[in-house]
């Protein structure tokens, strides 16, 4: 049987109830009617029964949509069974019912593929539509969001946490070392914002051109990229502006920051900062293309930041500040590689050697519960050697956050939408660890004020 014959006999299996023609009448509006019907697979035919009515009647002669749809109610939860076949064709007479032979069919099923990825599948269509309707208006009508929603979307503002938490470790590991400027630090704090979204503008613009936005049809609210180029939010023209916008404020800030704090340290940090963050994905370096993408987001969002933000505060180097940032650094690289994976067949078809499209499911796995043990290895070791104040050895209690992502690599590593809560996990993870290492500074640095020697187990 034919791949339509058996999607026709599937309709009479898979809990369709009644089916629903959609039509345009002889005055021009469009009209729905309910009605029963049979199946006749081995004809490739769909008999439907006569509708009452003339008003109501399905046209003979003219193309009609048949649609079959399912739904269960989830009360309190949701919906589930979500499905629908959709038939295009003409009407004709068939002793006394309405024969329906389709010449286009559209179904789908979420057991068979998710109501995201089917969405995504949709974007061409929905482009084709958009440019129809504009060549009809005479106008270029497009899909749009409110400027704060796209603002939002277009530069994925909630990830700044990446940036904040090894700023504000530098900064703090700065003011124990009796080091602290506000006003250096809220500019501080801007010029690396700026970097980082200046980064994100930087992939989806690269990430469009290359096509591995286009080949990505399982982006979740984590993974992805913003897609507001591909669903024709802001054209590439207006991204490449944002973007640069961006990197020119976190530049002069920065030049600034260079020009009054120490000039060829803070300018050599900053020229690494954006070098790594324009490259990750442009060309000719392409980082992420490489392989190398998550060690560079380790070292940019770890110690170049941390770095750069205690020699603001300080005008010095510090070594202190360097090991603080490595466990930091390494859990904002898992936040990374763990979005990776959803990403698998997309970016291996453009051509982006991540690590888990390198790797294998286990390796990828076993990597992530190394690279958690690494992270928190640093912290309790430097907490009970002295290199950083003890009590940042509480950001360990961070680390049972690390286990439901571990086992839900397992288990959902090839579903995307399963694995995406637990991708919030993992950036959770990163969060809860920073703010706890920055409050053990900040108890370091409370006893340092209130007791000139304060005891050994504060810092």
Same mark, same amino acid.
């Given at each position: 049987?034919?791949?339509?014959?058996?999607?026709?006999?599937?309709?009479?299996?898979?809990?369709?109830?009644?089916?629903?023609?959609?039509?345009?009448?002889?005055?021009?509006?469009?009209?729905?009617?309910?009605?029963?019907?049979?199946?006749?697979?081995?004809?490739?035919?769909?008999?439907?029964?006569?509708?009452?009515?003339?008003?109501?009647?399905?046209?003979?002669?003219?193309?009609?949509?048949?649609?079959?749809?399912?739904?269960?109610?989830?009360?309190?939860?949701?919906?589930?069974?979500?499905?629908?076949?959709?038939?295009?064709?003409?009407?004709?007479?068939?002793?006394?019912?309405?024969?329906?032979?389709?010449?286009?069919?559209?179904?789908?099923?979420? @057991?068979?593929?998710?109501?995201?990825?089917?969405?995504?599948?949709?974007?061409?269509?929905?482009?084709?539509?958009?440019?129809?309707?504009?060549?009809?208006?005479?106008?270029?009508?497009?899909?749009?969001?409110?400027?704060?929603?796209?603002?939002?979307?277009?530069?994925?503002?909630?990830?700044?946490?990446?940036?904040?938490?090894?700023?504000?470790?530098?900064?703090?590991?700065?003011?124990?070392?009796?080091?602290?400027?506000?006003?250096?630090?809220?500019?501080?704090?801007?010029?690396?914002?700026?970097?980082?979204?200046?980064?994100?503008?930087?992939?989806?613009?690269?990430?469009?051109?290359?096509?591995?936005?286009?080949?990505?049809?399982?982006?979740?609210?984590?993974?992805?990229?913003?897609?507001?180029?591909?669903?024709?939010?802001?054209?590439?023209?207006?991204?490449?502006?944002?973007?640069?916008?961006?990197?020119?404020?976190?530049?002069?800030?920065?030049?600034?920051?260079?020009?009054?704090?120490?000039?060829?340290?803070?300018?050599?940090?900053?020229?690494?900062?954006?070098?790594?963050?324009?490259?990750?994905?442009?060309?000719?370096?392409?980082?992420?293309?490489?392989?190398?993408? @998550?060690?560079?987001?380790?070292?940019?969002?770890?110690?170049?930041?941390?770095?750069?933000?205690?020699?603001?505060?300080?005008?010095?180097?510090?070594?202190?500040?360097?090991?603080?940032?490595?466990?930091?650094?390494?859990?904002?690289?898992?936040?990374?590689?763990?979005?990776?994976?959803?990403?698998?067949?997309?970016?291996?078809?453009?051509?982006?050697?991540?690590?888990?499209?390198?790797?294998?499911?286990?390796?990828?796995?076993?990597?992530?519960?190394?690279?958690?043990?690494?992270?928190?290895?640093?912290?309790?070791?430097?907490?009970?050697?002295?290199?950083?104040?003890?009590?940042?050895?509480?950001?360990?209690?961070?680390?049972?956050?690390?286990?439901?992502?571990?086992?839900?690599?397992?288990?959902?590593?090839?579903?995307?939408?399963?694995?995406?809560?637990?991708?919030?996990?993992?950036?959770?993870?990163?969060?809860?660890?920073?703010?706890?290492?920055?409050?053990?500074?900040?108890?370091?640095?409370?006893?340092?004020?209130?007791?000139?020697?304060?005891?050994?187990?504060?810092?």
């Amino acid at each position: 049987m034919s791949a339509p014959g058996r999607l026709l006999e599937s309709i009479s299996s898979r809990g369709y109830t009644h089916a629903v023609v959609a039509f345009v009448d002889d005055r021009g509006y469009p009209l729905s009617v309910a009605t029963a019907f049979a199946v006749h697979a081995d004809r490739g035919a769909i008999l439907l029964e006569p509708v009452a009515g003339d008003e109501v009647a399905p046209p003979i002669g003219r193309e009609v949509n048949v649609v079959f749809s399912h739904i269960r109610p989830q009360p309190g939860v949701g919906y589930d069974e979500r499905r629908y076949v959709s038939l295009w064709g003409t009407l004709r007479p068939s002793d006394g019912h309405l024969e329906l032979v389709p010449d286009r069919v559209q179904h789908w099923d979420e @057991e068979e593929m998710t109501f995201f990825e089917f969405s995504e599948r949709g974007v061409p269509q929905a482009h084709r539509y958009m440019e129809r309707v504009s060549r009809e208006q005479g106008r270029r009508i497009r899909p749009q969001l409110s400027r704060g929603w796209l603002f939002l979307r277009a530069t994925r503002l909630p990830f700044l946490s990446a940036t904040f938490i090894p700023v504000a470790l530098g900064i703090s590991v700065a003011a124990l070392h009796g080091q602290w400027h506000w006003w250096l630090a809220i500019l501080t704090l801007v010029a690396a914002a700026c970097v980082h979204l200046g980064l994100n503008v930087a992939n989806d613009v690269f990430d469009t051109l290359s096509g591995a936005d286009q080949a990505n049809v399982t982006p979740t609210q984590f993974s992805g990229g913003s897609r507001v180029i591909l669903y024709g939010l802001l054209s590439m023209r207006q991204m490449v502006a944002l973007m640069l916008g961006f990197y020119a404020v976190g530049a002069g800030i920065g030049l600034y920051l260079a020009v009054t704090r120490g000039f060829w340290p803070l300018f050599w940090i900053g020229v690494a900062g954006l070098f790594i963050s324009l490259f990750y994905t442009a060309p000719p370096f392409r980082f992420v293309h490489r392989g190398i993408g @998550e060690l560079t987001v380790f070292l940019g969002f770890g110690p170049i930041m941390t770095i750069g933000a205690y020699y603001v505060q300080a005008r010095a180097w510090s070594w202190e500040a360097i090991y603080a940032s490595l466990p930091v650094g390494i859990l904002v690289a898992l936040i990374l590689y763990v979005n990776e994976v959803p990403d698998r067949p997309g970016d291996a078809a453009a051509g982006k050697r991540t690590l888990p499209v390198r790797w294998s499911k286990d390796a990828v796995i076993a990597v992530y519960a190394l690279a958690v043990a690494a992270a928190f290895g640093l912290i309790a070791g430097g907490a009970i050697a002295g290199v950083i104040p003890r009590p940042c050895i509480l950001a360990v209690l961070a680390a049972p956050m690390a286990v439901p992502v571990y086992h839900a690599l397992r288990e959902h590593y090839d579903s995307p939408y399963r694995l995406m809560p637990f991708m919030g996990t993992n950036v959770q993870l990163h969060m809860a660890t920073g703010m706890v290492l920055i409050l053990g500074y900040v108890i370091a640095i409370v006893a340092s004020h209130i007791s000139g020697h304060p005891p050994a187990f504060l810092r």
